[in-house]
């Protein structure tokens, strides 16, 4: 028979299996600082007196801000005793306190700290908190948070508000949490309960439209579960949500905007009750007009500064996501590579050859500097505002209402908040910056549509005017400005570019914003590439596209000759001085600019010039230069060359033959 084992623990506690022994650490100043301030409150949350473990861990969500102090609890194991004690606390308090500590934790931490969240399941306790809220806010238990005391239903709230956090932290930091969370049947439940039962705070229902919009992004599995949410209507709520100028507003447009992209709504295609994105731009323009801070604790300015850059983040996806729009209704001729058009030029290339490499950016970020007069903005949106009497006359706009409200709604109302001065210098700089963002990407996708198309020709003089009122109200003041910021410039001429596109020869051209952005171009040469990935997003291709715009015929020739001796020689400097993606998009423009025999162009200023004799030797550099292109370290860049190259060879035969 077998012995029995003897206990050799002698009845005492058994030490925890995962927690291990913290090091102190050897600096001094830390090390002292854990003596007096982190070990006491680590050990009362451990008291097995419930008084002591409420106020340690009131104390712990207190000091957490201080980095430091949150460094050395996180080496104590802090998150460790809060999941496995404090958070199955019976003081409410001390379960509301643990609640707070994580969700800190959340925000003050990288990515990496929600993985290991998750990794110790946060997502279990997170569900038995949810549920037990839920409970509470459905069905006849909402009769006993009424008879609860204020103090009680304020840590509810607030563990409430709490799990909105943090379940934005964890979907934020990982795709395979974000699918956990969005398969988690008790948290979309929670979310869903806390926006459609009527009683939730302005904070807590603010925090759950956020990390319902933060859920929905490019999420089908989520966006479903939303539409076939038949207990609270999820989606019905939304639509009313989205009517006012608060945040809750915002979030809400935010959500059906995800939505409406997911399923593929659009002006073609309208979804459930008809949504597209058309249902959201008049309710996202008013929030720019009149931002309605919701609390009333000293944060108005706070939520008024979110209110904007929401409802501008919005209006920018829905200026890129229209794209779809005009691509559905065949309305547009665009290339897969966003900012790119195809264009047909009079050569005897093949047609494949002929598309124009120019490229936008969409989302550069900038700011603008000098405030316009009041009385000269009003006038100018008169302008704006004024054609929409014509709009209504025009049939091939009509066929496209989110392009149409953005034009007479959304661009009036974006102008004028990129003027509007906020609470500081820096908020001020950021929304302005989202004001230019949004007008570039709206601007992007008119200047793709093929205007020579019959039924487009509407959409060109719909557009046009709002475009001049564009430029005279951004780009002229900003290049009048001889502004210094790097990135008010960078989005300013990829605005720039976007309209001229559009305008050509209807660019309100006031004298001398070329030579701007030549002495533009020759200031980019200095700062590094940011967006290494895809060079053709720099500053300097920017300024190039927008002077080839400029100089296309009918440009007046002495400004056509400046610009295109200009753009020669960028080309000159390859492969040495000047960057491959340079010498490409200027090789692109100037393809454009001189490619037809009819404009006066051709023969006063290519021919007259000698410019075919810098493009012949410009063939053997572009050659060499482009073989030096890692095709797999730079696909893009290496893809446009080897196009260019081609082309470029193709041009040179085809002046040679028709030489005068």
Not at 256 to 277: C, I, Q, Y
Not at 432 to 454: K, M, P, Q, Y
Not at 514 to 520: C, D, N, T, V
Request: with cysteine; proline share 4%.
């Amino acid at each position: 028979m077998g012995k029995s084992r003897r206990n050799r623990g002698k009845g005492v506690q058994r030490s925890d299996p995962i927690a291990k022994p913290v090091k102190p650490p050897t600096n001094p100043e830390l090390a002292a600082l854990r003596e007096s301030s982190i070990l006491p409150v680590v050990k009362n949350l451990q008291s097995a007196e419930p008084s002591k473990r409420t106020e340690a861990a009131g104390a712990i969500a207190n000091i957490i801000q201080d980095t430091k102090c949150r460094k050395l609890l996180l080496r104590e194991q802090v998150v460790h005793i809060v999941l496995t004690e404090t958070l199955t606390d019976a003081s409410l308090e001390s379960r509301a306190a643990g609640w707070e500590i994580l969700k800190l934790l959340t925000e003050k931490e990288e990515a990496d700290f929600c993985i290991h969240l998750f990794r110790v399941d946060v997502l279990t306790a997170i569900e038995h908190a949810a549920q037990k809220i839920t409970e509470t806010l459905t069905g006849p238990n909402v009769a006993n948070l009424n008879k609860a005391s204020k103090a009680e239903q304020t840590l509810m709230w607030n563990i409430a508000e709490a799990l909105c956090a943090i379940l934005i932290g964890l979907t934020e930091a990982q795709d395979d949490i974000l699918v956990a969370v969005s398969a988690n049947e008790p948290a979309l439940k929670f979310l869903f309960t806390l926006i459609t039962c009527g009683v939730a705070t302005t904070e807590v229902m603010n925090g759950a439209l956020c990390c319902m919009m933060t859920l929905s992004e490019d999420n089908r599995q989520f966006v479903e579960r939303i539409l076939g949410d038949d207990q609270t209507q999820c989606f019905k709520h939304l639509l009313t949500f989205k009517s006012g100028r608060s945040l809750s507003a915002v979030l809400a447009c935010g959500i059906l905007h995800n939505v409406f992209s997911t399923m593929g709504w659009d002006d073609a295609n309208p979804g459930r009750e008809k949504s597209t994105d058309a249902a959201l731009i008049p309710a996202l323009s008013d929030a720019l007009e009149s931002p309605q801070g919701n609390r009333t604790d000293g944060n108005g300015d706070n939520d008024t500064f979110e209110i904007l850059q929401l409802a501008l983040e919005i209006i920018a996806s829905i200026g890129t996501s229209i794209q779809e729009s005009l691509e559905k209704g065949e309305r547009a001729d665009i290339d897969d590579i966003p900012g790119l058009a195809g264009k047909d030029a009079d050569m005897d290339m093949d047609a494949e050859d002929d598309d124009d490499d120019d490229d936008g950016d969409e989302d550069a970020e900038g700011e603008e500097e000098d405030e316009m007069d009041d009385d000269e903005i009003e006038a100018d949106m008169e302008k704006v505002t004024g054609a929409d009497d014509g709009l209504d006359e025009i049939t091939g706009i009509d066929d496209l209402p989110t392009l149409k409200l953005l034009m007479h709604k959304a661009i009036p109302q974006i102008i004028k908040t990129a003027h509007s001065t906020q609470s500081t210098e820096e908020t001020t700089s950021l929304i302005r910056t989202h004001a230019l963002t949004a007008l570039s990407n709206i601007a992007w996708t008119v200047s793709c549509i093929d205007f020579s198309e019959g039924p487009n020709a509407a959409i060109q003089k719909a557009w046009s005017p709002i475009a001049q009122i564009i430029w005279k109200e951004t780009v002229a003041i900003v290049l009048a400005s001889d502004t210094s910021d790097v990135g008010l410039a960078t989005i300013v001429t990829s605005l720039a570019w976007a309209v001229a596109r559009a305008l050509r020869q209807d660019t309100p051209l006031q004298g001398g914003e070329h030579q701007k952005f030549i002495s533009l171009y020759h200031a980019s040469k200095n700062l590094p590439i940011e967006d290494e990935e895809d060079p053709f997003q720099s500053l300097g291709v920017k300024c190039l596209g927008v002077l080839g715009q400029l100089a296309l015929d009918p440009a007046p020739i002495d400004l056509n000759r400046e610009i295109g001796v200009f753009l020669l020689t960028v080309v000159a400097g390859l492969p040495d001085s000047t960057p491959l993606a340079d010498g490409v998009e200027a090789l692109n423009q100037l393809f454009d600019i001189y490619g037809d025999e009819s404009y006066a162009c051709d023969k006063e200023v290519f021919w007259e010039i000698g410019f075919l004799k810098h493009f012949e030797e410009t063939v053997p550099k572009l050659k060499a230069a482009t073989k030096k292109v890692d095709k797999r370290a730079q696909t893009e860049l290496r893809m446009r060359a080897d196009e260019t190259t081609m082309n470029l060879a193709r041009f040179v035969q085809y002046k040679q033959k028709h030489k005068q």
